[in-house]
T-cell receptor, first 117, second 109 residues
Framework: GAGVSQSPRYKVAKRGQDVALRCDPI?????LFWYQQALGQGPEFLTY????????KSGLPSDRFFAERPEGSVSTLKIQRTQQEDSAVYLC???????????????FGPGTRLTVL | DAKTTQPNSMESNEEEPVHLPCNHS???????IHWYRQLPSQGPEYVIH???SNVNNRMASLAIAEDRKSSTLILHRATLRDAAVYYC??????????FGAGTRLTVKP
């Protein structure tokens, strides 16, 4: 089906390496969100795009985290100089309208499990 | 931000109803109550949402207290596929989706 897809599904990185995680949202969805989910915890918000504009990056934990959505569709979350505490599942979600429409559901991808050794 | 409180875990028998509680005593008048669930090794999926009135859909029912300080997600007949972590979330126009730790539901055959 035409759901949200993410790649890779699993990524192992050595500490200090840079990684790039890709999200393909549902076609036509305006909103795109990134979340970080540590083991045994609920997802935590990282950043929000409305089309190509990054309107909220308040959840990014450090300046090593960078996200982009240059054409308003595919998005990439980049983590520079990875640390062990970056190990988590990174989830992407998309929604049809801007996030101010609070009744609309978010559709989540399966996530990318990042392990930093 | 308004917070929610859910039990860490609950158990149910297959084909029996399940009532998953959520307390949100600091809810504001513009907060919608959303429920999502996360099956093992998957991303969360939408279950249901409501504002003041009780809501039903094909997956579940949502019962909202008259004072809106609590709500209950009702699965009418639990199946093994309903085993998941269930998240109760408050949303308004100014906040993000704030997931707590949720309730881990175990369904016994």
């Amino acid at each position: 089906g035409a759901g949200v897809s993410q790649s890779p599904r699993y990524k192992v990185a050595k500490r200090g390496q840079d990684v790039a995680l890709r999200c393909d949202p549902i076609s036509g969805h305006v909103s795109l969100f990134w979340y970080q989910q540590a083991l045994g915890q609920g997802p935590e918000f990282l950043t929000y795009f409305q089309n190509e504009a990054q309107l909220d990056k308040s959840g990014l934990p450090s300046d090593r985290f960078f996200a982009e959505r240059p054409e308003g569709s595919v998005s990439t979350l980049k983590i520079q100089r990875t640390q062990q505490e970056d190990s988590a599942v990174y989830l992407c979600a998309s929604s049809l309208f801007p996030r101010t429409n609070v009744i609309l559901e978010q559709f989540f991808g399966p996530g990318t499990r990042l392990t930093v050794l | 931000d308004a917070k929610t409180t859910q039990p860490n875990s609950m158990e149910s028998n297959e084909e029996e109803p399940v009532h998953l509680p959520c307390n949100h005593s600091t809810i504001s008048g513009t907060d919608y109550i959303h429920w999502y669930r996360q099956l093992p090794s998957q991303g969360p999926e939408y279950v249901i949402h409501g504002l003041t009135s009780n809501v039903n859909n094909r997956m579940a029912s949502l019962a909202i207290a008259e004072d809106r300080k609590s709500s209950t997600l009702i699965l009418h007949r639990a199946t093994l596929r309903d085993a998941a972590v269930y998240y109760c979330i408050l949303r308004d126009q100014t906040n993000d989706m704030r997931f707590g730790a949720g309730t881990r539901l175990t369904v016994k055959p």
